[in-house]
């Protein structure tokens, strides 16, 4: 097929990726190359790809950072240019199906209107612009929609979920690989900001008495310097934001992962690759953790520090390579990709049907007249 995937334009598609939805786009490209389809990625200026189409200068995080400009009608501006111009593109070369992974809710509207098969991945939970998008386009089988976990499909409304199917963000799991070395540090990783509860984690590791290193963006300078840095001592260190050949094995070597979501976490890609590494997840019960956690780690409830502590001392109790069985069969790329492949489908098979189903009435109404 030819596929033409639109990244969200906060961030180029780049390493070291500043989160997951950056780690996602890259993975989606690179695994449907792998099964044989051609794809266009059309991205901010800046992303690193085989075949770019570059639809606005830059990432608007560089000309106009969300924090300030959220909900501002020049951010809202500078989005419809980039995503408008995308679509007039891939409408006019031919491509089979879309997978729009922009959370641009627009784009749901226009593929209605152009009858092109378009899949929607939903990274987050649903913001009201794009809920009201969503039960939209759910008259419309040739848009179809994707979450990445069960509990984000129970967040939507069943008319919504007409079009929705569950596919798990996916791991290179021939990369995440385990790690003969196991030292006794906790891992932290992940864009440093208060959501993500990067502090959290470093009170819990001090009183478990354990090490812990953090990896990561600063995506909030004042947090770290009020919630992070002060904390930094007796074996918590920061190490700054590396990319993932660096990672992989740091993550490892590690006695854990450490996953600390103040909100509901959709996924938890970070969980899902120290799996794949082996290396067991101490986790916040928040969103999806717990989905993809299972029984390869401790799951505690969120803002419990004490039971996150708890659970770090309780880390080798966990077996690594189980860990390991357990990304392979649920969280893996191929996995990944043959349940996109199969939106594609029912996408491009809704289009069919019309088409079918005109030509049928068509043909009735000419045997009519002839009669």
Known sequence: ?????????????????????????????????????????FAADRSRDANLAAICDAPYEDVLPWRKWRGTPELAAYQQ??????????LSEGFDVVHNNSLFPEIMEWAAR?????????????????????????????????????SQLAMWSARARRHMAV??????????????????????????????????????????????????PVEDGAYFSSEVEPFLKDGVE?????????LRPIVAGASGVVVTPLWDEPFGLVAAEALSCGTPVCAYDSGALPEVVGECGHV???????????????????????CRRRAIKRFSSHAMIAGYEQAYERAIDALLDQAAFAFSSSHSRTSALLA
């Open 167 to 216: 596919v798990h963000n996916g791991v290179r799991t021939d990369r995440w690989l385990p790690h003969a070395d196991i030292g006794d540090h906790f891992v932290w990783l992940g864009r440093i900001t208060p959501n993500k509860g990067t502090s959290e984690a470093l009170r819990a590791a001090r009183i478990a008495g354990k090490k812990l290193h953090i990896y990561g």
């Open 114 to 150: 152009d009858g092109m098969p378009c899949v929607t991945s939903q990274h987050v939970p649903p913001f009201q612009s794009m809920r009201d998008a969503v039960e939209t386009a759910s008259d419309y089988r040739n848009v179809q929609q994707t979450v990445t976990s069960s």
């Open 1 to 41: 097929m030819k596929i033409a995937v639109i990244a969200h334009i906060r961030h180029a598609i780049a390493e070291p990726f500043m989160g997951g939805m950056e780690a996602h786009c890259r993975l989606l490209c690179d695994g449907l190359r792998s099964a044989g389809h051609d794809v266009t990625l």
């Open 300 to 322: 505690v409830a969120a803002r419990d520090i004490a039971a996150l502590a708890d659970a770090m001392s309780r880390v080798e109790e966990i077996d690594r390579a189980a």
């Open 238 to 246: 920061y190490r700054g934001h590396i990319s993932l050949q660096t």
């Open 81 to 90: 240019r980039a995503f408008a111009g995308a679509w007039h593109r891939i």
